[in-house]
């Protein structure tokens, strides 16, 4: 019978993401539940020497792909080494992030095993032995809870939104064997971002701003995003008018974000947006607009002049740090 | 160079969604319907494709008879020919069941390149074309946000977090796409006229020689029980105060004491 918590921890050139951890303590909490074990996967090139820091987050055991052939993701050597883990310990739940990579992986691996996988999910609880997903469905206008058919039952689990929990356990490593198969795609070219730059999906905060910024220039949004150790973010509008790259946008069409604090500037709050950032924590809206609809999902409102707003808060916030 | 475009009908993003009375599904009669937008961008890369390369761009949705509007717009913007899978032995089927269901229809019609969406604004499933590339023994490319294709491969720009990836690959394969990929052009009233004429063929699982029983609700693997709408966002509070200064001391006091979130 499948026995287990089956969790795919993403790391990336050497170090994990943030989900990673949010993962491990995910299915740690299942598994206590269940009073069974979870083990994890690492996949990489240079990796057996930060596997161990998944015991910290209630992993038992550690299986260690570490292969040059494994240095950056690729859709078929991932999906066949992954396939092979899971077919030899036939675990019960199998989970992943909900990264741009844990999707394009967990959606390819649940078609080969012929098992039901629920996307981008923001809780998961246990109905006896039977997981049930929460997940946004429409933009977030409506929470789905889903039950999963087939062993194992496969969940991602949506980035920033689980707790990363402490619970350390023995976390012994074990390898597995390097066989990836035929991959069909070739990594040409890695274009990275300046590193500093935490991705929006990982955000505690974010600072977006949108049409009323009325020109290219960002740079009171900048200058706020960093006194809060944040990220800047934009709406479609600020992006369609060539102000802001289109990965910075947040929304229907953009990245799906919850921060602990997402602070929208010159947004008016169009449904579209709102998809993208519905479920933050906290939403602070700033708009000179009181008629503005973001004001009615946000947690407070400022109306006033961005311009006059900012510069005025980051004043307070120096005064008090 | 044969393009397949899956298209998928969905509700227009502004659409208010109501519950229905089973609490697991939408009620789908006042829903305004539209082409799912990163379907569009699917159909206008393919559409580039072919003035570039030459070929046929196919557009291929499994869903109700009312995405014959959807497909006709795909053909009004250039598409050659639309093909409908409607049958109703597919409702109610998840990812794994529509997939199956494309890949036959696919492997029916033939394809060098399959293009679809990065996910469907409905389900936000992001699922179905990697379930497609599988059941093909193709690969896939996620979020694409530029491509060129040269001597039977692909190179595409992925979007991944914090940076981009490129990647190549043979041809056939499946890509996804993100936005930034392009802008969608709009259907030109000689487009209109012209997409009448072009061929919409329907199709049904026994045409595509597919088993009822390995579709549909029955089969399905990922099965929504019930549908809530979260929770209200609590009523919000605009902050009062006579000056700028003071509206944004009270802010930060908020932040730090009450929310605590810096
Ligand atoms: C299919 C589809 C998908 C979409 N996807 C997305 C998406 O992913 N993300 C997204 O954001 N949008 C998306 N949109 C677009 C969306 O409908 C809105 O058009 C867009 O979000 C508006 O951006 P905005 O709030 O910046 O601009 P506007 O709606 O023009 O609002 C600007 C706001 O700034 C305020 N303002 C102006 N000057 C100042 C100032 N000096 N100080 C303070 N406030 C000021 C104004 O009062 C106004 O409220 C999508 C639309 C469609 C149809
Ligand atoms: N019923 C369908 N018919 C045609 N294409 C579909 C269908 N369902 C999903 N797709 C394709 O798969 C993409 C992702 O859908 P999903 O996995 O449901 O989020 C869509 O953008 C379409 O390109």
Not at chain 1, 297 to 312: M, N, R, T
Request: hydrophobic share 45%.
């Amino acid at each position: 019978m499948a026995q287990g918590v089956l969790v795919f921890a993403e790391q990336v050139d050497g170090s994990f993401r943030k989900i990673a951890y949010e993962a491990v303590s995910e299915g740690r909490r299942l598994a206590d539940t269940l009073g069974d074990t979870v083990s994890a996967v690492v996949f990489g090139s240079g990796v057996e020497g930060i596997a161990g820091e998944l015991a910290q987050y209630g992993a038992d055991k550690i299986f260690v792909g570490d292969d040059s052939a494994l240095a950056d993701y690729t859709t078929d050597a991932y999906t066949n080494m992954l396939f092979e883990v899971v077919k030899d310990n036939d675990p019960r739940i199998l989970l992943f992030g909900a990264s741009s990579r844990g999707k394009d992986l967990s959606a390819r691996l649940a078609a080969r095993l012929g098992v039901g996988l629920a996307m981008d999910c923001i809780a998961l609880k246990l109905d006896g032995e039977k997981l049930i997903a929460t997940r946004p469905m429409y933009g977030g206008k409506v929470l789905a809870e889903v039950a999963l058919e087939g062993v194992p039952q496969m969940s991602a689990i949506r980035p920033n939104v689980m707790e990363i929990v402490q619970s350390p356990k023995a976390g012994d490593l074990e390898k597995v064997a390097i066989k990836t198969d035929v991959v069909k795609t070739r990594v040409v070219e890695k274009r990275l971002e300046v590193a500093s730059k935490i991705d929006l999906t990982e955000a505690d905060v974010i600072v977006s701003g949108g049409r009323g910024m009325g020109g290219p220039d960002f740079g009171a949004i900048e200058q706020l995003a960093e006194v809060l150790g944040g990220t800047v973010g934009a709406s479609r509008s600020a992006v369609d008018e060539g102000w802001r790259p289109h990965s910075d946008q947040v929304g229907q069409t953009g990245k799906v974000v919850s921060p602990n604090l997402y602070i929208a500037c010159g947004i008016s709050g169009a449904i579209q947006h709102l998809a993208g950032m519905g479920s933050s924590k906290y939403i602070v809206a700033i708009n000179k607009d009181p008629g503005a609809p973001i004001f009615k999902k946000a947690d407070y409102g400022i109306v006033e002049d961005l311009f006059k707003a900012i510069p005025a808060i980051m004043a307070e916030l120096k005064k008090v740090g | 160079m044969d393009i397949v475009v899956l298209l998928k009908q969905v509700p227009d993003t502004e659409t208010l969604i109501q519950i229905a009375g089973d609490k697991a599904s939408i009620r789908t009669e006042d829903v305004k319907w539209v082409i799912n937008p990163y379907d569009e961008f699917a159909v206008e890369e393919a559409l580039r494709i072919k003035e570039k390369h030459a070929g046929k761009v196919t557009i291929l949705t499994m869903g109700a008879e009312r995405a014959v509007e959807s497909i006709r717009t795909a053909l009004a913007m250039g598409a050659d020919e639309g093909v409908l899978i409607d049958d109703p032995a597919t409702q109610g089927s998840d990812a794994l069941g529509t997939a199956k269901v494309l890949a036959a229809a696919l492997k029916d019609t033939g394809y060098d390149l399959v293009i679809a969406g990065q996910r469907a604004v409905d389900d936000d499933g992001y699922q179905v074309p990697a379930a497609v590339a599988e059941l093909l023994g193709i690969a896939q490319v996620s979020m694409v946000v530029k491509e060129e294709i040269t001597d039977g491969k692909i190179r595409c720009e992925c979007t991944i977090e914090g940076g981009i990836m490129v990647l190549e690959t043979d041809l056939p394969a499946l890509f996804t796409t993100q936005r930034g990929i392009n802008e969608p052009r709009y259907a030109s009233l000689p487009g209109i006229m012209k997409a009448k004429k072009k061929p919409l063929i329907k199709k049904t699982l026994a045409d595509l020689k597919v088993d009822p029983s390995e579709v549909g609700e029955a089969q399905a693997k990922c099965r929504v029980k019930s549908l809530s709408f979260p929770p209200e966002r609590s009523p919000g509070r605009i902050i009062d105060g006579e000056t700028v200064e003071a509206k944004a001391a009270e802010l930060v006091r908020l932040l730090r004491d009450e929310a605590k979130v810096i």
